[in-house]
């Protein structure tokens, strides 16, 4: 029990504090504790969660990646300009031309950092820029509303009547999202590729001695977020039922704030999928609750800020390190 406990910590403290947060915001609005509102935050979140997974992986490379939210409004533009020429397509054809131009971005990311040795943050900085640059030049700004039928018909797997006449319906991305989450804990979790991904994250030098491919590693990483970027964006676009240029723009902060208070070390080599799934829910109910208790916005870009702040230090500084501090501090008292 006490292994388990360790050995899940992170976990477990997300818990108790979305619980104690869950507590709070029943008392302080009567519209958050009901289906409909967990129904809608599991369809809204739906698209943070599958960005989250494919950051993850990311991270536990030790890498960093804030380009992959403008990288899906690349890819949802293209996709939806793409299946305009072939007549429509549908599902299948629609994730492989969204999956493929994802991979082909986030190998972009992963050759300049491979081949040229550039920090992964300084890469994907450049990137964001570029791709965001490039899509309002040829777009001008300017949104997609003629979409396939297939992409803007909404497809409800579960719903359910509420006693004021409403429906609490589960929607389609969140399917998805489940689907990608799984596919995302069996790369990690269940195969020899996960494992060199967190001996690399965790020793670089270490792992290329023991014979891993570092450069492979890279474009795994890298080419699995750009495919999770890829899904996202035409999920989002499926959700909206519009392609608007800029509709993900600034995700990037909210997501990796989530990943990394999820238990993902910045230095790579750890990182758990219900850590982040947790770390993104907790975050999505923070902004939830603000918003039905009329609270400002930027209160909530604020939190996000302390928040990536607070993860931050907390990944770069061991409980070794914390221990004979606060030992001195309590000599001094």
């Not at 990182?271 to 993104?280: A, F, Q």
Request: glycine share 12%.
């Amino acid at each position: 029990m006490r292994r388990f406990v360790r050995s899940h910590a992170t976990e477990l403290a997300l818990l108790a504090v979305i619980a104690v947060i869950c507590v709070f915001l029943s008392f302080a609005t009567d519209r958050f504790f009901t289906l409909g509102n967990a129904f809608d935050l599991l369809n809204t979140g739906s698209v943070n969660i599958i960005f989250a997974v494919g950051l993850l992986v990311v991270l536990i490379a030790g890498g960093i990646d804030i380009s992959f939210a403008v990288a899906a409004s690349v890819v949802q533009y293209l996709t939806a300009t793409v299946l305009g020429w072939i007549g429509g397509g549908n599902w299948i054809v629609g994730f492989i031309i969204a999956g493929a131009l994802g991979v082909a971005l986030g190998c972009i990311n992963a050759f300049l950092i491979h081949g040229f040795r550039i920090i992964s943050i300084v890469a994907t900085i450049s990137t964001f820029n570029i791709f965001f640059g490039l899509l309002m030049f040829f777009t001008g700004g300017v949104s997609i509303y003629n979409l396939p039928d297939w992409l803007t018909t909404r497809v409800v797997l579960f719903e359910r009547e509420m006693a004021d006449g409403t429906w609490a319906e589960i929607t389609l991305p969140v399917l998805i999202m489940a689907i990608c989450v799984f596919a995302t804990w069996a790369l990690i979790t269940r195969t020899t590729t996960g494992r060199q991904l967190y001996a690399f994250g965790d020793n670089p030098e270490g792992a290329r001695r023991f014979g891993i491919n570092i450069g492979a590693m890279q474009f795994i990483a890298f080419g699995w977020l750009g495919l999770m970027a890829g899904i996202a964006g035409l999920v989002q676009a499926h959700y909206a039922q519009e392609v608007v240029p800029n509709a993900l723009y600034g995700r990037e902060l909210d997501v990796l704030a989530a990943v990394v208070l999820g238990g993902a070390r910045l230095g790579g080599g750890k990182g758990s999928v219900l850590g982040c799934i947790l770390g993104v829910l907790l975050v999505s109910i923070t902004q939830n609750g603000l918003n039905l208790m009329g609270v400002s916005p930027f209160a909530f870009k604020m939190i996000v800020g302390a928040i990536i702040l607070a993860a931050i230090t907390l990944s770069n500084t061991s409980i070794e390190r914390l221990l004979p501090f606060l030992k001195s501090r309590r000599v001094h008292s």
